[in-house]
Each structure stands twice: as C-alpha cells, then as structure tokens.
C-alpha cells in the first residue's frame, strides 16, 4: 500500500507541470483477485482453493503511461498480490508428502515495464474514437510460497523473481464522458502459455480545459498461466480480477 501511496504522491505532484506534446495519465484503486487451477510440483496436482485453501483477496494497485513525441510511450503498473490457506489434506508437493492441517502462503507481486506506441493513422481515420496501442512489456513477477505441514512444521518454499517478456495490444474507445479500454498482454512458448486481458469503463465527470482531467474507472482482468513441465513444475493457473480506480489525465 505504501508503494502505491508514494507512486500516486509523485505523479500528483507531476500533473502540475505539465509539459507540451506530453500526455500522461496515473490512477490508483483496488483490485480483488480469485485464483483458481492446480500446480504440481515433484508430486501430486493440487488444487489451489481444495488443496491449499487459497481465497480471494484485495489489495492496492497503481499504474501510469507516459505518451512522448517520436520515442515510445511508457506504461507502468504495480499489481500486488498475496494468498493465504488452510486446509486438512494429503498431498505430495515439492518430495513430500504434506498430510493433516496445512498452512500456504503466496505472495505474486507483479511490475509491469511497457514501451508501445499508438497508431496515428487509426485515430485520426476514426476522429480519435479508436486508440488502438501496440508494443512489448516486461513483468517482472516476485514470487515467494510457503506450504507448511502445522504438526511438524516442516515447510517447503520458493522464492523467485523472472521478467517475462510479452506482447502488449489495447484499444480505446473514446465518448463524451465515457471511455471503454481493452488491454492484451502475452506470450506462448514450447507448449506453455502466459497472458492477461483486462476490459475497463471510465467515466469522466470532471474535465479542466488546457490542464487535467478526472476519472473513475471499473473493470475486469483475468490472468491465466499454462506451464508444460518447467523446471519441474506443472500448472494451469487462473486469476480473475474486479477492481475500481480513479485518476487524472493530462
């Protein structure tokens, strides 16, 4: 929270100097996320919500974009995440077989670095209703799980931090007052599959001619990871996402 706290700090301070042929956007909000799918690891497949008892949580998020002359445009998103579980169970992960009550812990925090630009000749074709996007983003995943057996306490964890490189596409459907945004972010390789879509409606009710305006904003996303025996491991994992915001554009 306190990330998203001090993002949002430095960019309001940012939107009251603006400078010419630069357009920036920031917001901040809350997203909910429920995860749902099997891993396995060196075992058994487990059910995320039946074998580790993972539920649905909110947490802060932030994201900003950069619109430059000539070089790409910048887009920046923070996605915090954290599960936790309880669950009495049998089940092999990771060598060893975990049985009785067992205790998970997941932390998946997503940084989102993307470099795209617009498609000029679509926009001005469409008098600025499409704002099609096309470019690359890296995320850079902080992943750190814990499964913990409570009788013996004996845990297994992992902790890892991989970029991932992946294909970035939106479009903007721009009306008086409402804005309606698709975003596509993925990769595919040898049998194993990454990507997110997300799809927001933005209201804006306040707008200050030649200097800023205001939105609030609600949407969908969902995240699904395939992996085909990477390193061991074996998944189909699904978030799907509700989540509010506002912010100011200028």
Not at 36 to 49: F, L, M
Not at 81 to 92: V, Y
Not at 164 to 187: D, K, T
Request: net charge negative.
């Amino acid at each position: 929270m306190k990330k998203a706290i001090l993002l949002g700090a430095l960019f309001s301070v940012g939107s009251s100097f603006a400078v010419p042929l630069v357009n920036a956007e920031f917001s901040v909000g809350a997203m909910s996320h429920d995860p749902s799918g099997y891993i396995q690891y060196q075992g058994d497949k487990v059910d995320v919500k039946d074998g580790f008892g993972l539920e649905k949580e909110t947490k802060p998020f932030a994201r900003a974009k950069v619109e430059l002359p000539i070089v790409p445009n910048l887009y920046l998103q923070y996605i915090p995440m954290k599960f936790e579980g309880q669950k009495t169970r049998t089940f092999t992960y990771g060598g060893y077989t975990f049985s009785g009550d067992v205790k998970t812990d997941v932390k998946l925090d997503h940084y989102d670095v993307g470099l795209y630009y617009n498609i000029p000749l679509v926009g001005t074709a469409t008098a600025g209703l499409l704002d099609p996007e096309l470019g690359i983003n890296v995320r850079i995943i902080n992943f750190d799980g814990k499964v913990t057996e409570l009788s013996t306490n004996h845990t297994e964890s992992k902790s890892v931090t991989i970029p991932v490189p992946m294909v970035y596409a939106g479009l903007g459907l721009n009306l008086p007052f409402v804005s309606l945004i698709g975003e596509l972010r993925g990769i595919t390789y040898s049998g194993s599959k990454y990507y997110d879509i997300t799809a927001e409606a933005r209201l804006k009710p306040i707008s200050i001619p030649g200097m800023a305006s205001f939105f609030v904003g609600a949407g969908y996303r969902y995240e699904r990871l395939e992996l085909d025996d990477v390193g061991d491991v074996t998944a189909d994992i699904k978030i799907k996402s509700l989540f509010a915001n506002v912010g100011v554009a200028f």
